[in-house]
């Protein structure tokens, strides 16, 4: 081929480079996204083509002789030559060259490289002889696996063919190894984790990098077979068209997103922007941002599962497994399966058949948790489904919940898309997500993690809770583990549009009425108990009867503290800490005792109760006269609603040996300080000082002898290495007589609420604000510098927003400077 014996004008490429990087945004509107990975692919190629062109021209002048007869070529490697690229990607280039006598090779090398690096790609490029080929790269897996898929861009064809036939070697030898590289890059499908809703659309299960290991297994084993014609081997021509569309989709968003903000991990806060790239319309029961991430999520599953199946199909089709027949034959199960360790797989072989027949086959498995190969998902997943034996799926289906260890199974039917067959109403939370800032996971995973934890209770008390339940009862609850966020996505309050549907499903289950009622109840209120644990004062009467009215009766309760742990856990792990355990335990022991007082004693007679209990504990028997006086004339009423009588005796005990400031730190399983005091502390320097820490609670109670009770619960941990420098920090802190210098946090007036008829004896004020640093010391300090007395404060920080509850001791004080307290706090 011969090339312009002109000189090159430089200034004309960088200007054609400029337009290429304009053209992006244009382009992938012009073709919606669709195909744009190659698009890019097809222009680099020719932008380099121009440039290596160029330097060519600008080397031999008049005497430029025809290209195929200059011993170099320019291939496009790794997922360049997969044309799996966004504009964020690194295009990996290998030039192969032969060291001929007749040309300065190294001279037109060097030219060339310094080129091709400023033709504003993002080029990494290598450079190797064509006679090292095979010997550097074949016992290189990385190496080999970047050029199981090669393009020729520019340079010599003749050289390219011979490079190519040198490559073709270096594919073929040790296969067997490089296909295992390849499914231990992949890794098992069975260990992966669930998704996150904010994926890496590279790095993440079902993005681009499982995608290249797929092509590199099935492009690299035999040079003269498509990937198309392997694949067919083990799916079929519909299997391969979603698989095709998934992929092109997922190479639509990364190239969006790329445009959007320069990363590849996907952003609820850029959906706009790639909706408009993509030219998405919304639908009337769906918003444009939710079908995005739904499709992208959906997307990414499957190629996630068929990655996985068809490089373990390719390998076992093509290499004797590494088992003896007389394992095997012990492995196998009656049903067909072979359950290998804790691993269901199938035979390549086995046939799919009806779906009733499947779930025969899955309820014929011993009850115990198990993981599927993709093997045993595909078999699942190509079930044929009859609408007339709908009837008898659902009976099967309620065997499966009735089974201990269901959620593995409930898992391989999600995986396998069976389970939104056999439960209607989860079909439009299939992937869904949602950007709350609460949830890690898509509704149909976080419902499947909720049974999962409810099948794993850990909190011993919650555990006996659940095991004295009925069957039935157990069935009922799973099932509102599963359904109750299937609200979501709908129109309206998402609890009460559950709440509807449960009823309706649970009916087909033929759940007996009053199983049925009290599922709906659960489905209605399942962030109730959170809620009110969270954000309201679980002493006040008030808020105990607003809570138990709603339930009903003590069953539900139950029933509701056992949903609320697996819910939150299910939420975000980080979520349920040992201080919220221990608030939620309270909250239930409280609610339970109310449902047996009619008149939900008001806060004197709970504690003359207490005080009552306290007169017959032995602990308490066993003080001196003068102790048990002082305790009985502490003015804190909610010291002896909250704490039990032993608790009350220790405190107790410990302000009389305590002089003047009695420090106690203690590290797990978060940082909690208990501190008594002779003298009211400096809270505010203290709160400033271990901001870091992230304060979740805090209880002041004044005692006897001008002493007081402060405990400060953290949700962080202290390094070991620094626990006694934060010791000494608190002491100072407590005793410094300065006033904290704060600046004055941002809060609307909408976001606070001070009520001073909370209760009899305190008041409360509420702040739900923007998560700010020192907020909480600040509003200490106000309070502190009108000599107001706080009894309790409650914080609980989620995606940027606090959530602040003080009890407020009633005094004249506080009447007198109730203005001034809100002059103070509020910013406008």
Do not use: W
Not at 47 to 53: D, E, G, S
Not at 564 to 582: H, P, Q, R
Not at 665 to 671: D, G, I, L, R, V
């Amino acid at each position: 081929m011969a090339l312009r014996r002109e000189r090159v004008n430089f200034l004309e490429l960088e200007n054609i480079r400029k337009k290429h990087q304009k053209n992006l945004k244009t382009e992938i509107l012009k073709l919606q996204g669709k195909g744009f990975a190659n698009f890019i692919a097809k222009d680099s190629d020719e932008l380099i083509k121009l440039f290596t062109n160029a330097v060519l021209s600008d080397i031999f002048r008049d005497f430029l002789p025809d290209i195929d007869h200059i011993p170099l070529c320019v291939i496009a490697t790794e997922k360049y030559g997969q044309s799996l690229i966004s504009p964020n990607s690194v295009f990996e280039v290998l030039i192969v060259y032969k060291n001929i006598d007749g040309f300065n090779i190294r001279q037109i090398l060097k030219l060339l490289h310094q080129a091709l690096e400023d033709c504003g790609l993002n080029l990494n490029i290598k450079t190797i002889q064509l006679n090292e080929i095979f010997e550097n790269f074949k016992n290189d897996f990385k190496a080999k696996a970047s050029i199981s898929k090669i393009r020729y861009i520019s340079g010599s064809k003749n050289m390219y063919k011979l490079a190519r036939s040198e490559i073709y070697k270096t594919r073929e030898f040790n296969q067997k190894e490089n296909l295992k590289y390849y499914i231990k890059s992949l890794g098992a499908f069975k260990d992966i984790k669930n998704l996150k809703q904010e994926p890496d659309l590279k790095s993440d299960f079902g993005g681009t990098n499982d995608i290249y290991y797929l092509n590199c297994a099935l492009n690299g084993f035999d040079n003269e077979i498509s990937f198309r014609t392997q694949a067919l081997n083990f799916i079929d021509e519909k299997e391969l068209s979603v698989l095709n569309l998934a992929i092109d989709f997922i190479l639509c968003i990364k190239t969006a997103q790329n445009l959007s903000t320069g990363s590849d991990i996907f952003s609820s806060a850029y959906i706009d922007e790639i909706t408009n790239l993509m030219q998405t319309k919304s639908k009337k029961t769906q918003e444009t941002d939710s079908i995005i991430s739904q499709k992208l999520l959906s997307c990414m599953h499957t190629v996630a599962l068929y990655s996985r199946y068809l490089t373990a199909s390719f390998y076992r089709s093509n290499f004797k497994s590494e088992m003896s027949f007389k394992q095997l034959k012990i492995a196998r199960l009656k049903n067909g399966f072979y359950r290998i360790k804790d691993t269901l797989y199938t035979p390549l072989h086995k046939k799919s058949k009806g779906l009733n027949d499947v779930l025969v086959e899955l309820l014929e498995l011993n009850d115990m948790d198990y993981k599927f190969d993709t093997g045993a998902i595909f078999y699942i997943k190509r079930a044929e489904v009859l609408k007339s034996e709908l009837e008898i799926y659902l009976a099967n289906f309620k065997k499966i919940l009735e089974r201990k260890n269901s959620y593995c199974l409930l898992k391989a039917l999600l995986d396998a898309e069976i389970l939104p067959i056999l439960v209607k109403p989860m079909e439009h939370t299939s992937h869904l997500a949602v950007f709350d800032g609460y949830h890690k996971f898509t509704v149909d995973e976080h419902c499947l993690l909720t049974v999962k934890h409810l099948e794993n209770i850990k909190d011993k008390f919650i555990k006996n809770l659940y095991d004295e339940l009925c069957g039935e009862g157990k069935i009922m609850l799973k099932l509102v583990a599963l359904l109750h966020d299937v609200g979501k996505g709908l129109t309206g309050d998402h609890s009460v549009v559950g709440s509807n549907i449960f009823r309706a499903y649970a009916a087909k289950l033929e759940l007996s009425q009053k199983a049925v009622n009290t599922g709906v109840v659960l489905v209605r209120y399942h962030t109730l108990m959170s809620d009110v644990a969270n954000r309201e004062d679980i002493y006040s009467q008030q808020t105990i009867f607003s809570f138990i009215s709603k339930l009903g009766d003590k069953n539900v309760l139950k029933l509701l503290y056992i949903i609320t742990y697996c819910v939150i856990n299910a939420t975000n792990d980080k979520f349920y800490t040992a201080y919220l355990a221990k608030l939620l335990r309270e909250l239930y022991l409280i609610s339970l005792e109310s449902f047996d007082d009619e008149n939900l004693l008001d806060e004197a007679t709970r504690r003359a109760k207490k005080e009552h209990s306290l007169k017959r504990n032995s602990e308490f028997i066993g003080l001196d006269e003068n102790l048990k006086e002082k305790i009985f004339k502490i003015p804190a009423n909610l010291l002896f609603i909250k704490y039990q009588p032993l608790d009350i005796v220790n405190i107790a005990s410990l302000a009389q040996n305590t002089q003047i400031l009695d420090i106690n730190t203690k590290n797990h399983p978060s940082f909690i300080i208990q501190i008594v005091s002779k003298f009211y502390p400096n809270l505010a320097i203290l709160l400033s000082n271990l901001a870091h820490l992230d304060l979740a609670y805090m209880e002041i109670f004044e005692l006897f002898d001008d002493k007081f009770y402060i405990k400060l619960d953290f949700n962080k941990n202290v390094k070991n290495s620094e626990l006694e420098t934060i010791r000494n920090l608190i002491e100072i802190s407590l005793k410094s007589i300065d006033k904290a210098s704060i600046d004055k946090p941002l809060i609307l007036k909408d976001e606070l609420n001070f009520d001073t008829n909370h209760s009899k004896d305190y008041a409360k004020l509420s702040i739900n604000a923007k998560d700010q640093r020192g907020l909480m010391a600040y509003v200490m300090g106000v309070l502190e510098n009108l000599d107001i007395k706080i009894t309790s404060a409650r914080i609980q920080t989620i995606k940027n927003r606090t959530r602040n509850l003080f009890l407020i001791e009633k005094s004249q004080k506080l009447y007198a400077n109730e203005s001034e307290i809100l002059n103070l706090l509020i910013s406008e």
